[in-house]
């Protein structure tokens, strides 16, 4: 749901990205080829993946660009839904497939600078493909089952000390 809780975005099979208003009318596909849609806390963006990227579309002038450059973007084969945004609508966490079929990475990236862009978790556990930031935007709260473990477990990650995972 938008902020306001007027409009709908979501993924629809073999459709991509479409919105709505909340009472079913005005349905429109904003992208054929993108999944797994959020709408930012502040309303300012919708964000989807599509392939190795992120898209970011500005919810006043519907004008889409990529949240990682080019060169972030071929790190990676694939990008996974349900992002975490954080609070202020100024980063996102996400799941990327390597493209070198070497495992998997949460990156936050800002959605207005490309130099916000860290990858702060890399390693060899099963990642869940659902995150949440700190209200600062500092912290990531990540989904992990360890190897050799049985069960997910709740992990906090700082952007300022990536690998470091904290129970």
């Known amino acids: 749901l938008s902020?306001?809780?007027?409009?709908?975005?979501?993924?629809?099979?073999?459709?991509?990205?479409?919105?709505?208003?909340?009472?079913?009318?005005?349905?429109?596909?904003?992208?054929?080829?993108?999944?797994?849609?959020?709408?930012?806390?502040?309303?300012?963006?919708?964000?989807?993946?599509?392939?190795?990227?992120?898209?970011?579309?500005?919810?006043?002038?519907?004008?889409?660009?990529?949240?990682?450059?080019?060169?972030?973007?071929?790190?990676?084969?694939?990008?996974?839904?349900?992002?975490?945004?954080?609070?202020n609508s100024r980063s996102i966490a996400f799941k990327a497939r390597k493209k070198d079929g070497a495992g998997f990475v949460v990156a936050v990236a800002d959605a207005d600078s490309t130099t916000g862009y860290k990858v702060v978790y890399d390693g060899p556990d099963h990642i869940n493909e659902e995150f949440t930031l700190s209200p600062d935007g500092q912290q990531v709260l990540i989904s992990l089952m360890r190897q050799g473990a049985t069960t997910s477990k709740l992990f906090l990650v700082n952007r300022d000390a990536p690998g470091v995972l904290q129970l």
């Open 3 to 87: 902020p306001d809780n007027n409009e709908i975005v979501f993924s629809q099979p073999s459709q991509g990205i479409m919105k709505m208003k909340a009472d079913g009318s005005g349905r429109t596909q904003i992208d054929a080829s993108g999944w797994g849609t959020q709408w930012s806390p502040e309303g300012k963006y919708i964000a989807w993946a599509d392939g190795n990227s992120v898209v970011l579309m500005n919810t006043k002038t519907n004008q889409q660009s990529h949240l990682l450059t080019a060169e972030q973007s071929a790190r990676y084969s694939y990008i996974y839904w349900n992002f975490g945004w954080s609070q």
